[in-house]
């Protein structure tokens, strides 16, 4: 009998990540790398990990993804999102708990492009009277 896997795509900023979630141990695989050498930082795992601790699916199931594009904040992000929808189209009872916190809500900021004629988005050059 084949494995059961469920999959899905999250997006955040500039950042795509594939999710693939199938029955183990509960370890996290980022481009075949372990959470925790890809994302040093602390915070980053804690954001990853909280849709599978509201869930209660700690250490049930193995995540493996795939990340590309963009920077370590919004890559972390991305896989957020991404578990987040590959654990409603497991369950889709938890779906209501997840769109709650927020989970299930693609992050629509990106970053404004520069105009011409300004030094930044916004920021313009100094203004001279004489």
Do not use: C, W
Not at 28 to 51: D, H
Not at 75 to 104: C, P, T, W, Y
Not at 125 to 130: A, D, E, M, T
Request: charge should be positive.
């Amino acid at each position: 009998m084949a494995e059961i896997r469920y999959g899905s795509i999250g997006r955040r900023k500039t950042s795509k990540a594939r999710v693939i979630m199938s029955p183990g141990s509960g370890q996290i695989t980022v481009n075949e790398k372990s959470i925790s050498a890809y994302f040093p930082r602390e915070t980053l795992q804690m954001m990853i990990r909280q849709p599978l601790e509201l869930a209660g699916m700690t250490g049930k199931y193995d995540i493996t993804a795939k990340v590309e594009g963009g920077g370590p904040s919004g890559q972390a992000g991305a896989l957020r999102h991404g578990i987040a929808r590959a654990l409603v189209s497991m369950d889709n009872d938890l779906k209501l708990k997840l769109k709650k916190e927020g989970f299930l809500t693609r992050d629509p900021r990106e970053k404004e492009r520069k105009k011409y004629g300004q030094k930044g988005a916004r920021k313009r050059f100094q203004f001279s009277k004489r």
